[in-house]
């Protein structure tokens, strides 16, 4: 009995033991960064103090999705992947191939000791352009003609919608630069080159991210749900003040000029809760951006109170040297002491987390600059609900290119439309057309096809001619809206004599600019390519016509202008081309403003609203305005 009860008390005293090893253990496991109920600066500080310098070195690190696998993010601790701009998806690629590949990337972030998960970035610029099928918005320099905070607020919400749908929570947008020379080769990318109408459309963050609250402190970053995405004002700053518009290059300014033209957007995002900020490839007066820390650290940091992260463009702290990744040591140094946090490598990542691993060993960057950089990175990853919901929502892919997105854009290309020139014909101007007639020409390069039709970062980088993605030509939209006993005969490229021998009531030439992106698209004449010019004269010498450029900025036009009845600037329309004919026939009237000056001739250039030479073809602000059609008709 005495054994019995020795042995008794032997498995209670263990059995205590046991209780209180698991209840100290339950305690120890319990961490405050995973506790969603605990304040975000609680979160970030408990997960800081457990992290090594690997770890937050590797949060700093994004890089490209060619280079990236589970093992990859799991083994250096990505802190983020994104698609570059050649290193996208097959063609046609289902959302569904985009969730699965993100979900992988992600599943290795997680399975790291601490368990952070990744951002998963893309150039969502209009609509979540590279992915096939999704609805393509018109370029910014078309939503600048709209003039609608509200408009681009709603294309925002949509665009986000879209990035969801392929399960990517990062797009890198809005371009807030305010382009000073359509010679640049990213001018579609601007809005306008008045900052005030930019500062206008930066509501496009309030779309993309959500509305911030009315006591949410100035620069906190802020993202609403899972049906928003972190949004990147960019370039920082002064991106499109370069000398002749050369992308990458030097922007010649004194400090006011740049606090006028080029910083107020920055300003109004920030107030917006902008989460990330890009640096520019360009230089400040012969200053690189991506080494400028007075003004990334010091003015965007310090003085507009940013505390959100800044990003680096691709590879752009090794293009502060020349040869460009001459000495990747002194790039990594100068970047991330002039305040970057993180880093888009792309690809040699090895390379990068090495070099920044030997400067912080010896003391040539500081722990407290790692530190600030890895807790801006980790407060938007916490104030995004990234680590509750780490994975993509299948249920999403039902946004993408969705209906009432599509009329969204239709909206938008209608408002965006600018007419330029209106001829009376018998006391009765060009435009509307009329529906009901016997016979009408379509021609033009543009005139059916989609991939001219969207530009540059639509489903590839630099955007291609031809059947690239889905949506409706313009072409198209016209026979869907014409009188069904209208007979329409498109030729791309017809000569006088045909236009001239077949007795039609009037002709549509849509013409303009092929696809282009970045320093791809920088030119010196801004001439439109034949046979754009040829078929302009060939059609406008021989019968009534309407011109539609298609083009990312003011081009090259003055030499055909007394042939042409009426001029429309179309921009890039993206892929609802119904929203050209809608107003070309009258069932809407034009209301677009020029957002930027359109001039005689390229010797006047740079040339903006405002200059003592100012003498534009077109000023800026300037449109025509017609009115909708009396007379509708259902067929």
Not at 34 to 47: A, M
Not at 369 to 375: K, L
Not at 572 to 586: S, Y
């Amino acid at each position: 009995m005495l054994m019995v009860r020795m042995a008794r008390s032997h498995f209670f005293v263990v059995g205590i033991l046991v209780l209180c090893c698991w209840t100290v253990k339950t305690k120890a496991e319990y961490m405050r960064y995973k506790d969603p109920k605990q304040p975000v600066d609680v979160r970030v500080k408990d997960l800081m103090s457990r992290m090594t310098l690997a770890e937050k070195i590797g949060q700093m690190s994004q890089i490209d999705r060619v280079v990236a696998s589970a093992e990859v993010v799991r083994n250096y601790y990505i802190g983020s992947v994104f698609n570059g701009g050649e290193s996208l998806l097959p063609n046609r690629a289902t959302p569904e191939t985009w969730m699965d590949m993100v979900n992988e990337f992600q599943k290795g972030a997680l399975s790291t000791r601490l368990g952070i998960p990744i951002i998963y970035g893309i150039d969502a610029i209009h609509g979540n352009n590279d992915v096939y099928g999704a609805t393509v918005f018109p370029h910014n320099i078309g939503l600048g003609a709209a003039r609608d905070p509200l408009l681009v607020k709603k294309i925002g919400a949509a665009t986000a919608l879209e990035v969801r749908a392929a399960g990517i929570q990062y797009s890198f947008a809005p371009c807030v630069a305010v382009c000073r020379d359509p010679r640049w080769g990213r001018c579609f990318e601007s809005y306008s080159e008045d900052p005030q109408v930019v500062q206008a459309m930066t509501d496009i963050i309030l779309g993309l991210q959500g509305d911030v609250p009315p006591d949410s402190p100035k620069g906190v970053p802020y993202i609403s749900g899972q049906n928003n995405v972190l949004a990147c004002a960019k370039h920082y700053v002064g991106d499109g003040g370069t000398i002749r518009g050369i992308n990458e290059y030097d922007t010649v300014a004194n400090w006011d000029d740049l606090l006028r033209i080029h910083m107020p957007a920055y300003n109004d995002s920030i107030i917006k809760g902008v989460s990330t900020v890009m640096i520019s490839y360009s230089s400040w007066n012969g200053v690189k951006m991506h080494a400028n820390r007075d003004l990334i650290t010091g003015f965007l940091k310090n003085t507009l109170h940013f505390e959100g992260f800044v990003i680096s463009d691709s590879q752009g702290i090794y293009k502060m040297t020349s040869p460009e990744h001459v000495n990747s040591t002194y790039s990594i140094l100068v970047g991330v002491n002039a305040g970057i946090d993180m880093i888009m490598i792309p690809y040699n990542y090895t390379e990068f987390i090495d070099g920044l691993t030997y400067l912080v060993n010896n003391s040539f960057i500081s722990m407290s600059r790692i530190d600030d950089a890895v807790r801006r990175i980790l407060r938007v990853k916490f104030m995004m609900g990234l680590f509750e919901y780490p994975f993509p929502d299948y249920s999403m892919i039902k946004y993408l290119g969705s209906q009432e997105h599509r009329e969204l854009a239709r909206e938008a290309v209608r408002r965006s439309l600018v007419l330029l020139k209106n001829v009376r014909f018998e006391d009765e101007p060009l435009l509307p057309l009329p529906k009901h007639a016997s016979r009408i020409l379509v021609a033009g390069s543009h005139a059916n096809d989609i991939g001219n039709q969207c530009g540059g970062w639509t489903v590839s980088w630099h955007g291609l001619s031809g059947n690239t993605t889905i949506g409706t030509t313009v072409l198209t939209a016209i026979r869907n809206t014409i009188h069904p006993k209208t007979e329409v005969i498109f030729e791309e490229n017809p000569g006088s004599a045909f236009v001239k021998s077949s007795k039609f009531s009037y002709a549509i030439v849509v013409v303009g600019e092929v696809p282009y992106s970045e320093t791809y698209g920088d030119s010196l004449n801004l001439t439109i390519p034949e046979p754009g010019p040829s078929t302009i004269r060939n059609v406008c010498g021989s019968v009534k016509c309407v011109v539609v450029l298609i083009t990312g900025r003011p081009v090259v036009i003055q030499p055909y202008l007394d042939q042409i009845d009426a001029l429309v600037a179309a921009w890039l329309p993206g892929t609802e081309g119904q929203g050209v004919a809608d107003v070309l026939f009258g069932d809407y009237g034009f209301s677009g403003k020029l957002p930027r000056t359109w001039f005689k001739t390229v010797d006047q250039l740079p040339m903006n609203v405002g200059d003592p030479h100012y003498d534009p073809l077109f000023p800026f602000g300037f449109g025509l305005t017609t009115k909708p059609s009396e007379a509708h008709y259902s067929y």
